[in-house]
C-alpha cells in the first residue's frame, strides 16, 4: 500500500491487487488499485476504506501512522458504496476504534447494519447534505444510485474541488510510479482507457443509464480533481474520464470502435475454416480484427472485446441441437451485461439437423439485446465454396452497417 499526496491534508492510500477474479467472476490480467483517501481539517475523515483480506487493515493502519493519523482518532468513516472492496475493514477498525460516525446513504445505512452488524452511530445523508472537518476542509454528499449498487454516493470536497466518485471514473489496471494523469505517458494513458474499458464494461455496463445520470450529476460540480476509487486520479484533465465514460456509455448500446470481434468456438475445425477466411476478407477491407475463441478466452476480455467494437461476427456450430455451449454462454454473458443494438453477422457449420440458429435468436430475444443480424449462413460439414462467397456477402454487408456504428 502506498500513500500518495493530493493537497495539503487529503491523501491518497492505494494498494495494487492481483491474481484475484475481481467480484469472484473477473479474471483481471492487469490487475486493480483500491484507493482509500483521507482527509484532515480538525477532524479527519476516511473516503471508502480497504477490503478486509488479513493484514491489509493493519497495513493502512501503519501507513497512516506515517501521514501522522492515529487511526484510533478518525472522525468520519464515509462509505461511499457498502461493496467490500471499498468497506470490508470495518470490522478490524471497529476493533481498535469505538467513536466514530459512519456517512452514508440511507441505502448504504441498511446495508452496513447487515454485513456489519447494528450500528448506532451512523449519519444518514441526501443530496447535498455537508460536513465541515475544519480548516477549510468541508465536504458534501451526492447520491448516484444504482452505479453499481443502490446505495452509492459522490463525496465532493469543495476548497480543492475534489470529487471522491468511489467505482464511477474507475479503471482497472495497477500502478506502479504514477498516479496521476499528468505523470503518466502516452501509452500509460492509453492503457488506463483500455482498462478503464475492460472495467467498464465488467463492472458497470449493466449500469449505463444510471451511469449518464452520474456522469450529468458530476458536471454541476466544480471539479478539478476527480480521485476514484480504482485506478488513476485526473487532476490536469478531468474532463477526459468524463467523455470516456459517456463514450463507453455509447459502446454499451451498440457503437464502438472500427473494430469486428468474432466470437467463435469450433470442435473438429470446420467452422474454423471459414473464421480463418473470414479474418482474411477482414484484412482485405482494412478493418481491425478481434478473434476471441471461445472457450479459451477469459470472461473479462470476451465481454470488454466485444463491448468496444462497432461490428461481431458470431462463429458457432450446432452441438447437441443447440449452439455451441461456450459460444452461447458468452452470448448470453454479453446480454446480461446488457450490451444491446450492437450489428453482427454469424455463420457455422452443422451436421444433421442444426440449431445453433434457432438458440441464437432465443438468446438474444430472451435477453432483449436488439442486435440487428445480417442474413445468417449455416453450412454443412466443411464450408464449400458456396459458402464462402455468401460469409464473403454477409461480411461486406455488415461492414455497411457498421458504418452508423462506429464513434
Ligand atoms: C458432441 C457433438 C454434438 C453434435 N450435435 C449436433 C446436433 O445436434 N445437430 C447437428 O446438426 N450437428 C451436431 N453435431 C455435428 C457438428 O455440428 C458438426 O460436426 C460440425 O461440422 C462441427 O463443426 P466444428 O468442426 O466447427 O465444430 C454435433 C457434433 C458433436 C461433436
Ligand atoms: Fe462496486
Ligand atoms: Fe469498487
Not at 473477473?26 to 477490503?51: C, F, H, P, Q, R
Request: one cysteine or more; charged letters at 30%; proline letters at 4%.
Amino acid at each position: 500500500m502506498k500513500k500518495i499526496k493530493i493537497a495539503d491534508g487529503i491523501h491518497m492510500l492505494s494498494m495494487n491487487v492481483e491474481d484475484m477474479l475481481f467480484e469472484g467472476i473477473w479474471e483481471i490480467a492487469n490487475g486493480v488499485t483500491l484507493n482509500s483517501y483521507i482527509v484532515k481539517g480538525d477532524k479527519t475523515a476516511i473516503i471508502d476504506g480497504v477490503i478486509g483480506w488479513d493484514g491489509v487493515p493493519e497495513t493502512l493502519y501503519k501507513i497512516l501512522g506515517e501521514i501522522d493519523v492515529d487511526p484510533k482518532e478518525i472522525d468520519y468513516l464515509i462509505v461511499n458504496h457498502m461493496e467490500p472492496d471499498h468497506s470490508g475493514w470495518i470490522e478490524s477498525f471497529k476493533k481498535i476504534n469505538d467513536d466514530f460516525t459512519i456517512v452514508c446513504t440511507d441505502k448504504a445505512a441498511k446495508l452496513v447494519t447487515s454485513f456489519y452488524g447494528d450500528e448506532e452511530n451512523i449519519r444518514v445523508v441526501k443530496e447535498g447534505d455537508t460536513l465541515n472537518l475544519g480548516k477549510g476542509k468541508k465536504l458534501s454528499f451526492h447520491p448516484v444510485p444504482n452505479v453499481h449498487w443502490p446505495d452509492t454516493m459522490y463525496t465532493y470536497e469543495s476548497d480543492t474541488k475534489t470529487l471522491f466518485s468511489c467505482d464511477m471514473y474507475g479503471a482497472f489496471g495497477k500502478m506502479d510510479e504514477h498516479h496521476f494523469d499528468d505523470e503518466m505517458t502516452d501509452e500509460e494513458i492509453e492503457f488506463f482507457e483500455d482498462e478503464g474499458i475492460r472495467y467498464f464494461s465488467n463492472v458497470m455496463g449493466t449500469f449505463a443509464p444510471m451511469v449518464k445520470k452520474a456522469i450529468k450529476k458530476s458536471k454541476e460540480l466544480d471539479i478539478d480533481i476527480i480521485a476514484p476509487g480504482h485506478g488513476p486520479i485526473y487532476r490536469q484533465n478531468p474532463q477526459k474520464i468524463m467523455s470516456d465514460y459517456s463514450r463507453f456509455c455509447k459502446y454499451s448500446s451498440g457503437s464502438g470502435k472500427k473494430e469486428i470481434t468474432i466470437l467463435w468456438g469450433s470442435m473438429y475445425g470446420m467452422t474454423k475454416k471459414a473464421v480463418d477466411f473470414a479474418e482474411t476478407v477482414l484484412e482485405r477491407e482494412g478493418l481491425k480484427v478481434n478473434s476471441l475463441e471461445m472457450p479459451l478466452e477469459s470472461e473479462s476480455e470476451m465481454v470488454a472485446t466485444v463491448f468496444k467494437s462497432a461490428g461481431v461476427i458470431i462463429a458457432a456450430p450446432t452441438y447437441e441441437y443447440k449452439m455451441f455451449p461456450p459460444v452461447a454462454a458468452a452470448i448470453e454473458e454479453l446480454g446480461r451485461k446488457k450490451i444491446t443494438n450492437k450489428v453482427a453477422f454469424r455463420f457455422g457449420s452443422y451436421g444433421w439437423s442444426g440449431g445453433a440458429e434457432r438458440e441464437l435468436k432465443e438468446i438474444i430475444e430472451r435477453n432483449r439485446m436488439k442486435w440487428d443480424f445480417v442474413e445468417m449462413v449455416e453450412f454443412e460439414g466443411a464450408p464449400k465454396s458456396e459458402d464462402f462467397n455468401k460469409i464473403e456477402e454477409g461480411i461486406l454487408k455488415l461492414l455497411e452497417n457498421m458504418k452508423d456504428k462506429t464513434i
